[in-house]
T-cell receptor, first 114, second 112 residues
């Protein structure tokens, strides 16, 4: 298995533009998580899905953020419009099930909003 | 909010020495996990210890859990320069919708 695949690896965009981050979880994993990492706030859970259904989106900072999981092999995190304070590394992770075992993380998307 | 709080924030040791990192948390948990992150990379799962376990080993790693004190420790024995990384503890809190909450991490530097 190639692991959790995220794209793009790096994204530089102008303030106000729409940004879409993509994630392909490990086949067979039924839980998917989106985290954001910054120096100031560390790793923050934004949203997670079980069996493609959003379970907890309480970490999504604002209405500008939205996430979808149309099927078991694909998820997107969208920011519209983007702001400089959204600059961070965004990680996607998947696991066999919530509470069962460890997470497998993707390599992350480094987002810079200028 | 951060559930796990690691201690110390940074640790520098000589190759061959043991590294001990601590984590404290606040609420009841299903399990506690430790992860490693190399610079510019994603997190890698190291070890999971369940709330009914007290100690677990994996290679050069030893994890302990004290649920009465709500604390855990990660010991890396005979450290190597390649162990240089950030280490995070993460707690899976009790409840129907479990999810991992991470601490801010410990930066470990192993000098060759």
């Amino acid at each position: 298995d190639a692991g959790v695949i995220q794209s793009p690896r790096h994204e530089v965009t102008e303030m106000g533009q729409e940004v879409t981050l993509r994630c392909k979880p490990i086949s067979g994993h039924n839980s998917l998580f989106w985290y954001r990492q910054t120096m100031m706030r560390g790793l923050e859970l934004l949203i997670y899905f079980n069996n493609n259904v959003p379970i907890d989106d309480s970490g999504m900072p604002e209405d500008r953020f939205s996430a979808k999981m149309p099927n078991a092999s694909f998820s997107t995190l969208k920011i519209q419009p983007s702001e400089p304070r959204d600059s961070a590394v965004y990680f996607c992770a998947s696991s066999l099930g919530s509470g069962i075992g460890g997470y497998t993380f993707g390599s992350g998307t480094r987002l810079t909003v200028v | 909010s951060q559930q796990g709080e690691e201690d110390p924030q940074a640790l520098s040791i000589q190759e061959g020495e043991n590294a001990t990192m601590n984590c404290s948390y606040k609420t009841s948990i299903n399990n506690l996990q430790w992860y490693r992150q190399n610079s510019g990379r994603g997190l890698v799962h190291l070890i999971l210890i369940r709330s009914n376990e007290r100690e677990k080993h994996s290679g050069r790693l030893r994890v302990t859990l004290d649920t009465s004190k709500k604390s855990s420790s990660l010991l890396i024995t005979a450290s190597r320069a390649a162990d240089t990384a950030s280490y995070f503890c993460a707690t899976d809190a009790s409840g129907a919708n479990s999810k991992l909450t991470f601490g801010k991490g410990i930066t470990l530097s192993v000098r060759p």
